[in-house]
């Protein structure tokens, strides 16, 4: 046995023993399923995941993505046995207040980790997103995911597997860890690696099938990976639990720490603790390339109505030319969207994802972990396709720019299939999220401009039809804050909508002004953070509020009101909600509205009610 | 030419024709998407598909789902010659009030029509669903399903190939239009038709090649497809617009409808107007097989803390020996969910589809499609994975029984991946939907049962974590019902909780009321419908409520309590909502309660600083 022979199965065992060290300390955790993966990633760590420990974001390292995320005690340990974190803290794992968490998250105290994991099938869009950014910049980094098994059940990891090899990336590595075994028993194909090695030619990437506790045949293939000119699925035969009598694959283990005891047996079989550093090796240096820019050099700046979705791509397009950071994801409706506006000036910086929301999502997690300023849009219904990806960016505390174009009920004869009618309520609903709704093609340009500076999730609705210019352009629209278009001393109401239903608003408000009731009118933009202030100030001066939305009655705009108005305190006052109650069908934008009560005229008979 | 080629050819015309007729009518549409796929459609309804036109619900039919529902007019167009509907309803396509909508959606006009579609990717699951039914009471029927090209990015179409192959389903055939264009230019794979071939393979299916506008070829490949031992994917290399000079193969024509004089030509090129009627052919009759019940006589019944997911599990195995029409599909953690109990006394209605969230929903919205009552089950974090098949759901008035495990920061050590923490505000925000969360097992017990019985969207949230008995065996829980567990004349402030908060709140309760502070504490398992008489009153005489929720602070319990009150008119009291504000990381189950503020100590001290 060579000295290197020696040293990745020293370093294996190693890490099979801080898996099982770590797991038991916290009582549980998943030890078996980093166990049997052990050899792979020691062998990769030692000596092919080319990276500056010291500097886990310089832009020439390789990247690591744990997309199996339960096997979190075998990244820890690897983690300690590269110097990045000590035994302390390894064994930190899963206490309250720990970063060391049950499953991979990027906190500032573990930087070395990029992307939070732990739902299955969305390390590989990520990977390929890293791998984006990397060629973008002519990086000579490369991305290892770490897959299991059972996750390749999961469709999104094909939707992945499609668009990396169509888009032609190289620098992309699958690790595909076989140990046959899921959470409640076999998988679906155990050891037939065969099924794998075919499925994986059939969309385009190179497999190579090895004995993953084989050492020797690791290496080889991690080296075969690095020269390939395809993406490459490392398909490796490997035991739950192995090295360890008790455990190699035996049934009942998944998720279950050892005691104490078994702890020290698993331990001695394994060869007893060690303390083994290493260090990976280092990339070589190489000079960024800054992708190309636009020549669209004015903001864009609307007189004319014209659909917000337009002035969506619009800003995109001048954006491309202001901050070479800036990229845009498409799921195949970028002439819906709009952001073909982009497209035409930053080809290089778009991305065309197909129909695969999902694998738009992880592809943009992976672009903002590497720095990118990156947008995505579809179909605000269709972005619901990929809810437990941008669940899961939350959680990562990754930079997410959304579009959701077509919005509600006034897209019309298309029917409720293509209506974004939730998507605000999922949002919103999202920790640190920002939801902005603009009206106008002003407001657009300036909204879709601040998102290139908010950290989280941010979401921008659009709508499918033009809406006439309310604002001037150059207009400012901060984050959090409101405009109200109407207001004085007489107002008996308010009225609050954003988006189409402003306009709606401001419609009921002339009519209402006819019969002699002021009403107020607020644009709520801003869904969350919400104007809380304003919002407050008119219920108390107009003791009615007409909260009016294109979407669900529930979670969004009428909700945030609601919660706004209870955050102060004592309740007081009227608050009625308008919004889409019944399952629409087709018709036209105006007869949706008429029947979903959320227009003009519908809306000055619910404040006549009210007021009478 | 024979005659029956001679008539297949003719019918295409004619589904071509009024696809063009009905989308000029309604000025708008996708004409061009469904020209080309008028022959495989003309082939399979006049001599394949086996229906009785007079009783679409008969057990013996075949079945089938336009995936690419976009060419909805050829559907109707095709429901047209089957007599199904008139020419005056295929011509009001699109307009208000139609049931003849932009993409299809079952109503009762259109019994024809089982799922909604629309939304790409989801025709296969549903069709597999469709045949596991078939399969499970021994149906010589078959499920149809006509995919798109752009449709086969989406990772949900390779989940359903992977299940149907390894579930040895035969009674599945899709038919991939492969007509070259999307929305917005050509599709990833143009007419390669190899790349495809070889993925079916892959994936366990038989793969058929041919011209899709060959009628001959057509024929010959849906009679293999019959007598396949696997499923079966016929691939059709075809051209959008087809027959028509200006359209075929041109770009530019997604989703547009022809003006008045392109549609005369258009039609003109057809061979114009006809009024061909067929019969398709009928189905053999079967006596359906009645699946095996359980042996499990007894409701489950607690005394003991118990997990209210255990209780879930119990219920739905006590609920196969009652009724046999239950089913239950799991997304590979039935041993954490406890479908597994199901499974061990009804196998074979227990389908386990992996972990592929998207396939689980999509089958079971094929399996309620044949009349099953479907329940599926994963970590309600997961399901978000499925988000945009429920919500598919909900449009086609699918009856989906979901229940989602793991909820809240109260799954302790896994960390935030893992906790539900957005389900019940996007469960809530759904039309028609109900969402039930259970405090304890007897609870659980009834409102699975409920559930069986439930039209729509249900949900139930189950617990990681046993908790106590609060209510006797075989207490009723009326779904839009509360329980008042502690109330009395002299309460200052109202604890709203449900499922682990209550516990929560009825312990606060007991130390307020140490302090002299009596608190009336409700159970608010029926979160939609809430019980809004109850709450408003508990305002009312108390007039400061506390709602508590282990979830997120939008969206959640805490919206529909303010929702409710303000349901009531004008606004009175306060409303003080207590959730999961930050991002959780990992702990025990009571640490991480405290840290979000929503254990019992945190309350108290929110009741004492609103009171002083």
Not at 60 to 87: C, E, M, Q, W
Not at 166 to 179: F, Q
Not at 261 to 276: D, F, P, S, Y
Not at 554 to 582: H, R
């Amino acid at each position: 046995m060579s000295d290197r022979t020696q040293l990745w199965n020293d370093l294996a065992a190693q890490l099979a023993v801080d898996s099982i060290r770590c797991t038991t300390a916290a009582a549980s955790g998943h030890p078996t399923s980093s166990m049997c993966a052990a050899h792979l990633t020691a062998v990769l760590f030692a000596d092919h995941l080319r990276t500056h420990v010291s500097d886990p974001q310089d832009p020439a390292n390789d990247r690591f993505v744990l997309s199996k995320g339960h096997a979190s005690p075998l990244l820890y340990s690897t983690l300690k046995a590269i110097g990045a974190i000590s035994d302390d803290e390894l064994l930190s794992l899963r206490r309250f207040g720990s970063p060391i968490q049950g499953h991979p998250v990027p906190l500032p105290e573990v930087p070395w980790i990029d992307v939070a994991t732990g739902s299955l099938g969305q390390g590989l869009p990520i990977g390929l997103g890293m791998a984006f950014s990397m060629r973008l910049h002519g990086s000579p980094g490369r991305a290892w995911v770490m897959i299991g098994d059972s996750e390749m059940a999961e469709g999104s990891v094909w939707e992945a597997m499609e668009a990396a090899s169509y888009h032609g990336i190289t620098g992309l590595t699958a690790i595909l860890d076989l140990n046959k075994l899921g959470q409640r028993g076999p998988t679906m194909h155990g050891w037939h690696a065969d099924v794998f090695r075919d499925r994986a030619s059939a969309f385009g990437w190179l497999p190579i099938v090895i004995d993953g506790h084989d050492v020797t045949a690791i290496d080889a293939a991690y080296s075969e990976a690095r020269n390939a000119d395809r993406p490459t699925m490392v398909i490796a035969r490997t035991e739950k639990g192995h090295g360890v009598s008790f455990l190699a694959n035996a049934e009942g283990w998944h998720g279950k720490a050892l005691s104490e005891e078994e702890a020290v047996k698993a331990i001695e079989e394994l060869g007893g603790e060690r303390h083994l550093s290493i260090e990976p090796p280092k990339p070589g240096s190489f000079a960024p390339l800054e992708p190309g820019g636009s020549n669209v050099e004015r903001a864009p700046a609307y007189d004319e109505p014209v659909p917000t979705r337009k002035a969506f791509g619009d800003s995109l397009a001048w954006l491309a030319g202001q901050r070479s950071d800036v990229v845009v994801l498409d799921g195949e409706v970028g002439n819906s969207t709009y952001t073909d506006e982009f497209q035409k000036v930053a080809p290089e910086r778009f991305f065309e994802m197909y129909i695969a929301e999902q694998a738009m999502i992880g592809a943009q997690v992976g672009l903002q972990a590497l720095g990118e300023t990156a947008f995505s849009a579809t179909f605000g219904a269709f972005l619901t396709r990929a809810t437990d990806f941008i669940r899961m960016g939350a959680i990562g505390r990754a930079d997410l720019r959304l579009c959701g174009s077509h919005a509600g009920v006034s897209i019309g004869e298309d029917g409720p299939s293509q209506m974004a009618l939730e998507d605000l309520s999922t949002m919103r609903t999202l920790h640190g999220s920002t939801v902005l709704y603009p009206a106008d093609g002003n407001a657009t340009v300036k909204l879709v401009s601040a998102m290139c500076d908010l950290p989280g999730i941010s979401y921008i609705r659009t709508t499918r039809e033009a809406t006439r210019s309310l604002y001037p352009p150059g207009e400012e629209f901060p984050v959090g804050g409101s405009k109200t278009l109407a207001s004085n001393a007489e107002d008996r109401v308010t009225l609050v909508g954003a988006g189409v239903t402003l306009h709606e608003c401001l419609r009921a408000a002339e009519t209402l002004a006819s019969d002699g009731i002021m009403a107020r009118v607020i644009d709520c933009y801003s869904v969350k953070p919400i104007d809380g202030d304003t919002i407050r100030r008119a219920l108390e001066e107009t003791r009615v509020i007409v909260v009016v939305e294109d979407h669900r009655v529930e979670g969004g705009l009428g909700d945030a009101v609601l919660d706004a108005v209870a955050a102060g305190g004592a309740l007081t006052g009227q608050v009625i909600k308008i919004g889409v109650a019944d399952m629409p069908g087709s018709g036209k934008p105006e007869e949706l509205r008429a029947w979903a009560g959320i227009d003009a005229a519908s809306i000055a008979v619910r404040v006549r009610n009210a007021l009478s």
